[in-house]
């Protein structure tokens, strides 16, 4: 068994949370042999509600769970922690434009980046949950002085995995006969589920689907606004789907994915047409605790506009942020 590690997670007591921390601390994010230390942070007016979920945190007897901190301050959350996951955001209100929240949720994230710089290790792997996720990231990473940029990523995991089902219930196989599927660019609807590359046990999946009306029609519409069909139907945001990302988004960064690619915000490059210095979803592959992007792939027309198109997005939400990157 491993020495533990300290798991920091913001906006423990919210849905999401709620959700993901009993998991982390059961250890299946990393391993039955990897005991962990959780970190539980809130604002303060909510602070004191971590108490209860901590007294269940005890109660779970997790042989995997060594300790649980619950703080408001910032430093004292992200203190030693080898992994942060940034999970609480303020969320979008009546009437609010995206550029308010985009500024609001930018202030979180200074803050949040600056502490982690101070306090967590600086090898520390930072996910951001909190929306609009990419430019959180993005803001988070250009204030930690003391953390690789790489270091800092934005889910995009819950998009993969929603397609991944989508794929294998139309192609009628299941989900791990497919890989090389990817999703590029916006945590948002601009974000492109790129089937082009994807296969279906080595056979191209554009083959086996053999239906171009309905990737265009059907599997992109209903990936992109997933989200919004599940508050629909369940009268509340998608929160044990999207725990099971972030999740499977740091499992696979620090246990790898043999070789299989995945989909996960990181920091951009000018390969693919694409821009440098944004936080954008790549295909990915993972070892040794490391993320590799998949490089040399061939971009069609109709993907090269897709991933535009997220891009530009990209670019208008950090123009909004400029000033505190
Ligand atoms: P909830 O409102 O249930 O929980 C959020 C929690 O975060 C609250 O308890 C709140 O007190 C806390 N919080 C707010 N600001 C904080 C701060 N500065 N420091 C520490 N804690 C803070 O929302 P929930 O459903 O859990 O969603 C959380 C975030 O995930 C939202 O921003 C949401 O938009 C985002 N999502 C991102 C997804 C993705 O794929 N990237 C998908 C799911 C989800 O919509």
């Known amino acids: 068994t491993k020495p533990p590690v300290r798991v920091a997670v913001t906006g423990a007591a919210g849905a999401i949370g709620y959700a993901l921390i009993f998991r982390v601390a059961s250890g299946q994010m990393l391993g039955a042999d990897h005991p962990v230390?959780?970190?539980?942070?809130?604002?303060?007016?909510?602070?004191?509600?971590?108490?209860?979920?901590?007294?269940?945190?005890?109660?779970?007897?997790?042989?995997?769970?060594?300790?649980?901190?619950?703080?408001?301050?910032?430093?004292?959350?992200?203190?030693?922690?080898?992994?942060?996951?940034?999970?609480?955001?303020?969320?979008?209100?009546?009437?609010?434009?995206?550029?308010?929240?985009?500024?609001?949720?930018?202030?979180?994230?200074?803050?949040?980046?600056?502490?982690?710089?101070?306090?967590?290790?600086?090898?520390?792997?930072?996910?951001?949950?909190?929306?609009?996720?990419?430019?959180?990231?993005?803001?988070?990473?250009?204030?930690?002085?003391?953390?690789?940029?790489?270091?800092?990523?934005?889910?995009?995991?819950?998009?993969?995995?929603?397609a991944l089902t989508q794929i294998a219930q139309k192609a009628k196989c299941d989900v791990e006969d497919i890989d090389k599927f990817c999703v590029w660019g916006n945590h948002s609807p601009t974000m492109y589920p790129d089937l082009s590359h994807a296969t279906i046990k080595g056979t191209p999946a554009k083959q086996v689907i053999n239906d171009e009306s309905w990737i265009k029609n059907e599997f992109y519409p209903t990936v992109q606004k997933r989200g919004a069909a599940v508050i629909d139907a369940r009268k509340a945001s998608s929160a044990a789907s999207a725990a099971n990302g972030a999740l499977e988004h740091i499992r696979d960064w620090a246990l790898g994915t043999g070789g299989k690619w995945t989909s996960m915000g990181v920091v951009s490059d000018d390969t693919y047409g694409l821009q440098k210095g944004l936080i954008y979803s790549y295909p990915v592959t993972c070892a040794n605790g490391v993320w590799t992007k998949v490089t040399g792939l061939p971009v069609d027309q109709h993907s090269h506009d897709m991933m535009q198109h997220t891009l530009n997005e990209l670019v208008q939400e950090r123009d909004m942020v400029k000033d505190m990157l």
């Open 37 to 162: 230390i959780l970190h539980l942070i809130e604002v303060p007016q909510v602070e004191a509600n971590l108490k209860g979920v901590k007294m269940e945190l005890d109660d779970c007897a997790f042989p995997t769970l060594k300790g649980v901190v619950c703080t408001s301050d910032l430093e004292v959350g992200f203190g030693d922690c080898e992994y942060a996951m940034l999970v609480g955001a303020k969320p979008r209100g009546p009437g609010m434009e995206r550029s308010d929240l985009l500024k609001d949720n930018g202030k979180i994230f200074t803050g949040q980046g600056k502490a982690l710089s101070a306090a967590a290790k600086p090898s520390c792997k930072v996910l951001v949950v909190g929306n609009p996720a990419n430019t959180n990231a993005l803001i988070a990473a250009h204030n930690s002085k003391n953390i690789p940029f790489e270091n800092f990523t934005a889910m995009t995991r819950l998009d993969h995995n929603r």
